[in-house]
C-alpha cells in the first residue's frame, strides 16, 4: 500500500499562486491514479483534482476548472497540484489521495491512501 505525504501549504494572500505536493513511497506509484481533495472549516470533504496513471488524463471539479492543475512526476514518485489566483473560499486542509486499482477518483470510497493533509490559509 502506497503511503503519502503532503507539503506547501501555508498562510498566503488571495491572488498569489502556490504548489502543492504529495511524495508517496515505495516503488508502486505509478500503480495508482492520484487525486487532490480538501475540506473546508465545518463542510465536507470534496473532490479537487484527479489524474490517471501516465498523467496524461486529468479531471477538475467543475467549479474549480482553470484555477487548479494537478500533475504528476513518476521518475519522483510526487504528485502535485498548482492553485492560482488563490481565493479565501480555497482555504482548508489538501490532501492527496491513492484510487484502488480499478476505482474512480471522485467516489472516496474508491480511496486507498489518504495523506495526512497540508494546511492551506488564504487571506484576503
Known amino acids: 500500500q502506497v503511503q503519502l505525504v503532503e507539503s506547501g501549504g501555508g498562510l498566503v494572500q488571495a491572488g498569489a499562486s502556490l504548489r502543492l505536493s504529495c511524495a508517496a513511497s515505495g516503488r508502486t506509484f505509478i500503480t495508482y491514479a492520484m487525486g487532490w481533495f480538501r475540506q473546508a472549516p465545518g463542510k465536507e470533504r470534496e473532490f479537487v483534482a484527479g489524474i490517471n496513471r501516465d498523467g496524461r488524463s486529468t479531471d477538475y471539479a467543475d467549479s474549480l476548472k482553470g484555477r487548479f492543475t494537478i500533475s504528476r512526476d513518476n521518475a519522483k514518485n510526487t504528485l502535485y497540484l498548482q492553485i492560482n489566483n488563490l481565493k479565501p473560499e480555497d482555504t482548508g486542509v489538501y490532501y492527496c489521495?491513492?484510487?484502488?486499482?480499478?476505482?474512480?477518483?471522485?467516489?472516496?470510497?474508491?480511496?486507498?491512501?489518504w495523506g495526512q493533509g497540508t494546511q492551506l490559509t488564504v487571506s484576503s
Open positions: 489521495a491513492a484510487v484502488r486499482v480499478g476505482g474512480t477518483i471522485r467516489i472516496l470510497n474508491d480511496i486507498l491512501s
